[in-house]
């Protein structure tokens, strides 16, 4: 059980969009649409803002959305604002009831 | 709205074992179909997950760490608790416990304490 592959930083101007993707294997990923992302701010806990790779919880704007094709999931961001700086993570079911997390990507809103 | 408050000792020694507590406030620990995870993230790095009790005692760890966890439930406390064994300076991290089951699904972890940092040092 590796870890989900993300890229280490990302960037954007506001009003912009922003896609970070999430590449997992056949055996996560590619196989279950259980993946979510998390949003996290320094020093502060992970917070739900996809999951189940395209749903968003109650009271997350609809600038966030998520996608997936073969064995890499994405969140795009698109209207970036200053408070999206923060770095996100995605997860996934990896099956007989575990879980992989991705390294994370720091986004910057320039 | 269910709350979670990690706690334990912020300094262990090498080889030796590493006990926390998740304490719930807000709702009961054994109400619904709620899964309880513990998540830790070292210092500039990704989270990683450790594992998760049900409501019923059933467990479920990450293969990596399978052989050194230990993840229980004590219902009359309202509290979950990780026991990690034979640590190492590689085991120093922000320890999160996180609740899934919620109306996202069992899949997503909803809720989150506001985590302890646990350093591994002698």
């Known amino acids: 059980q590796s870890a989900l592959t993300q890229p280490r930083s990302v960037s954007g101007s506001p009003g912009q969009s922003v896609t970070i993707s999430c590449t997992g294997t056949s055996s996560d990923v590619g196989v279950y649409n259980y993946v979510s992302w998390y949003q996290q701010h320094p020093g502060r806990a992970p917070k739900v803002m996809i999951y189940?790779?395209?749903k968003r919880p109650s009271g997350v704007p609809d600038r966030f959305s998520g996608s997936k094709s073969d064995n890499t999931a994405s969140l795009t961001i698109s209207g970036l604002q200053a408070e999206d700086e923060a770095d996100y993570y995605c997860c996934s079911y990896a099956g007989s009831y575990t879980w992989v997390f991705g390294g994370g990507t720091k986004l910057t809103v320039l | 709205q269910v709350q979670l408050q990690e706690s334990g000792p912020g300094l262990v020694k090498p080889s030796q074992s590493l006990s926390l507590t998740c304490t719930v406030s807000g709702g009961s620990i054994s109400s619904g179909s709620y899964y309880w995870s513990w998540i830790r993230q070292p210092a500039g790095k990704g989270l990683e997950w450790i594992g998760r009790v049900y409501t019923r005692g059933n467990t479920n760890y990450n293969p990596s760490l399978k052989s050194r966890v230990t993840i229980s439930i004590d219902t009359s406390k309202n509290q979950l608790s990780l026991k990690l064994s034979s640590v190492t300076a590689a085991d120093t991290a922000v320890y999160y416990c996180a609740k899934a089951g919620g109306t996202t699904g069992i899949d997503v972890f909803d809720i989150w304490g506001q985590g302890t940092m646990v350093t591994v040092s002698s």
């Open positions: 189940d790779v395209t």
